[in-house]
């Protein structure tokens, strides 16, 4: 892997790690572009720690000021994902390489997305501390899906936020401070393995890490502007197209 093939993937990790377009089924498809044909889920988890800390960096004062009754719906909405993520973890590294699988979910993604399209124009007062335990229940049920590539963790979650009731600042903010726990699990179960670093090139680590930092911050900035904004389901239009563009290039290629 150059460092230039690092670059790009970080770039693509830390827009579309937060964009709700699926940032392992757009890693997939970039590596696949990039001549890259074994799944490279060693330098995926170096990227994913990039994104980790850029959620900390963006969202540092929304951790103080969670009451205890809001960290305790935090804990509880992470267990589903840590119990399927370490039931299926092999199974998941197996259908990382899989075009089939990455069409299937960014269809199914995009229609999740295209749903929110009058939840967000609707006016409500829901603050993130008025978070009720159904709403949180019911986010934490959809996150584990976000393990399959081509499934958005962070379109998916704020989906279910509004479709529970949830404002759309509310589902946003309780969306990203759940991924803090889901993320540091999965870098817990990886590190583990022991592989993470034993074969990369570190200076091109480093310059994937850097990119996706720095792209994540301003993806979260640009994602919070599009739900204000109630554009969410141009996002899901995106997934939809392009599920059938590789769905064509799985057929062809």
């Known amino acids: 892997m150059t460092v230039v093939q690092a670059f790009l993937?970080?770039?693509?990790?830390g827009l579309?790690?937060?964009l709700p377009v699926s940032s392992d089924g757009h890693l997939v498809i970039s590596q696949r572009l990039l001549g890259?044909?074994?799944?490279?889920?060693?330098f995926d988890v170096i990227l994913h720690s990039a994104t980790l800390v850029a959620i900390l960096i963006y969202f540092f004062?929304?951790?103080f000021r969670l009451t205890p009754r809001l960290w305790w719906y935090l804990v509880m909405a992470s267990i589903p994902t840590a119990i399927v993520g370490l039931l299926v973890e092999p199974v998941i590294d197996t259908l990382f390489g899989s075009l089939a699988v990455v069409t299937v979910s960014l269809f199914v993604n995009g229609l999740f997305l295209i749903s929110t399209t009058r939840l967000?124009?609707?006016?409500?007062?829901?603050?993130?501390?008025q978070l009720k335990f159904s709403q949180a229940?019911?986010?934490g049920l959809i996150q584990p899906v976000a393990l399959l590539p081509g499934f958005s963790r962070s379109g998916s979650t704020v989906t279910i936020g509004l479709w529970a009731g949830m404002?759309?600042?509310?589902a946003f903010r309780f969306s990203f401070l759940l991924a803090v726990p889901a993320l540091i699990g999965a870098q817990i179960v990886q590190f583990n393995n022991g592989n993470i670093l034993r074969e990369l090139p570190l200076f091109s680590v480093g310059v994937g890490f850097i990119a996706a930092?720095?792209?994540g911050i301003i993806a979260i900035k640009v994602l919070d502007v599009v739900i204000r904004a109630a554009k969410l389901h141009y996002f899901g239009f995106y997934c939809v197209g392009l599920s059938f563009l590789v769905a064509l290039w799985a057929i062809v290629g």
């Open 9 to 13: 993937l970080g770039v693509v990790q």
């Open 16 to 18: 579309t790690e937060f």
């Open 36 to 42: 890259l044909t074994q799944p490279l889920v060693a």
């Open 61 to 63: 004062k929304d951790f």
């Open 120 to 129: 967000l124009q609707r006016r409500s007062v829901n603050e993130l501390k």
């Open 137 to 139: 229940l019911a986010v």
């Open 167 to 170: 404002s759309k600042e509310a």
């Open 213 to 215: 930092l720095v792209t």
